[in-house]
T-cell receptor, first 110, second 113 residues
Framework: SQQGEEDPQALSIQEGENATMNCSYK?????LQWYRQNSGRGLVHLIL?????REKHSGRLRVTLDTSKKSSSLLITASRAADTASYFC??????????FGTGTRLQVFP | DAGVIQSPRHEVTEMGQEVTLRCKPI?????LFWYRQTMMRGLELLIY????????DSGMPEDRFSAKMPNASFSTLKIQPSEPRDSAVYFC???????????FGPGTRLLVL
């Protein structure tokens, strides 16, 4: 079963624009992670945010976490064509295993 | 660091044949995970090991699937007999300890005809 649900399922933007993806989950968590997957490739870890953190930055990435709403968002600023990929959130729920969401397919047009 | 290594990268086989997928986790990582990804079901956790011991195999679809981790540097996922519905990309991932990042291998793309 999947713990997280990403929204939107698909997103198309122009280079230079910002992309925002949202993730909702169901149970309490210890941490939430975001991953990127390029077509036909493995998943690449982007950022981990712990349950006691509200915001985290890494380069052009900004992640927020609202545990009261059981939701997280991933913002990619000044997007590039190379950001085209699927983005997944993953949570550990009440166990030590990660459960992945359904993913957001991001298309950035040059 | 070489990252998580999986082999083969691609496998095409006929229904009924045995398939063995291999994974070498990152050195020093204590947990290893096997996932399956399909368009219909997304990314599913099949089984994971802590310190070479299987902890949760509730995601293994049926008895045709089995996984082993004989030592800290090697794991196998076996499907016997294989069926067309097993066609998917199988990922292996490893993690140093609980609560830390999982690192994924490149995956094995399996096609069962």
């Amino acid at each position: 079963s999947q713990q997280g649900e990403e929204d939107p399922q698909a997103l198309s933007i122009q280079e230079g624009e910002n992309a925002t993806m949202n993730c909702s989950y169901k149970t309490s968590i210890n941490n939430l992670q975001w991953y990127r997957q390029n077509s036909g490739r493995g998943l690449v870890h982007l950022i981990l945010i712990r349950s006691n953190e509200r915001e985290k930055h890494s380069g052009r990435l900004r992640v927020t976490l609202d545990t009261s709403k059981k939701s997280s968002s991933l913002l990619i600023t000044a997007s590039r064509a190379a950001d085209t990929a699927s983005y997944f959130c993953a949570t550990d729920g009440d166990t030590d295993k990660l459960i992945f969401g359904t993913g957001t397919r991001l298309q950035v047009f040059p | 660091d070489a990252g998580v290594i999986q082999s083969p990268r691609h496998e095409v086989t006929e229904m009924g044949q045995e398939v063995t997928l291999r994974c070498k986790p990152i050195s020093g990582h204590n947990s290893l995970f096997w996932y399956r990804q399909t368009m219909m079901r997304g990314l599913e956790l099949l089984i994971y090991f802590n310190n070479n011991v299987p902890i949760d195999d509730s995601g293994m679809p049926e008895d045709r699937f089995s996984a082993k981790m004989p030592n800290a540097s090697f794991s196998t996922l076996k499907i016997q007999p294989s069926e067309p519905r097993d066609s998917a990309v199988y990922f292996c991932a490893s993690r140093r300890s609980i609560g830390e990042t999982q690192y994924f291998g490149p995956g094995t793309r399996l096609l069962v005809l």
